[in-house]
């Protein structure tokens, strides 16, 4: 059985009231999920405390959401929605209001080899490549390959239209493949005649 299909049972068990079910998902999902809100919300404790928040709310209302498809979707969405309410409430400089709510997520090698098992030089490389993109589309990269989500899911997520996120992607990845370039090229010693 796969994560997904794991989860999901889970859910259907928590649904039941299966508390012991709900902790298997808060276990399962919590290191990347308090992962994705320190990132948005640049605070070890908010992101601590949103992510419990987030936890006991989806307890209470487990009978109210019903059947969900894809747990980790819908628990990375509503984490991205109540680190939101937190930004305009607590840390508006954080929030930029007039890009949809775009999040400035910064990356660091470290969050790199987390994700990803690639060699060390091409983690630097790849970790300032998407460290200079703008904000929007540093974002849908996260969502799209560090967290698997579907250019849908992103659209839904961020109130976007589906070709307004393929774009953002497509744009990111080949400013990011032009970065990576030209910082191999100015890494290569040249050879004197």
Request: with cysteine; glycine share 4%; net charge neutral.
């Amino acid at each position: 059985m796969n994560n997904s299909s794991q989860l999901t049972k889970w859910w259907e068990e928590t649904l039941d009231g299966n508390a012991r079910s709900f902790n298997c998902i808060h276990d399962n999902l919590y290191a990347g999920l308090f992962f994705y809100l320190l990132k948005i919300v640049k605070d070890e404790d908010a992101a601590q405390d949103i992510l419990q928040e987030l936890f006991i709310k989806l307890w209470e209302r487990k009978e109210r959401l019903g059947r969900i498809t894809n747990v980790k979707y819908y628990f990375y969405k509503s984490a991205r929605s109540c680190a939101i309410n937190y930004l305009k409430a607590a840390r508006p400089e954080l929030l930029d209001l007039q890009s949809h709510q775009c999040i400035d997520i910064e990356f660091s090698p470290e969050d790199i080899i987390v994700n990803r098992e690639t060699g060390i030089q091409a983690q630097h490389l790849l970790a300032n490549a998407l460290n200079l993109l703008p904000k929007r589309q540093k974002e849908m990269i996260f969502l799209k390959y560090f967290d698997d989500w579907t250019y849908d899911q992103i659209a839904e997520a961020t109130g976007l239209q589906y070709q307004s996120v393929v774009n953002h992607v497509h744009r990111g990845i080949n400013q990011m493949r032009h970065i990576i370039t030209e910082n191999k090229r100015l890494a290569k010693p040249e050879l004197a005649i």
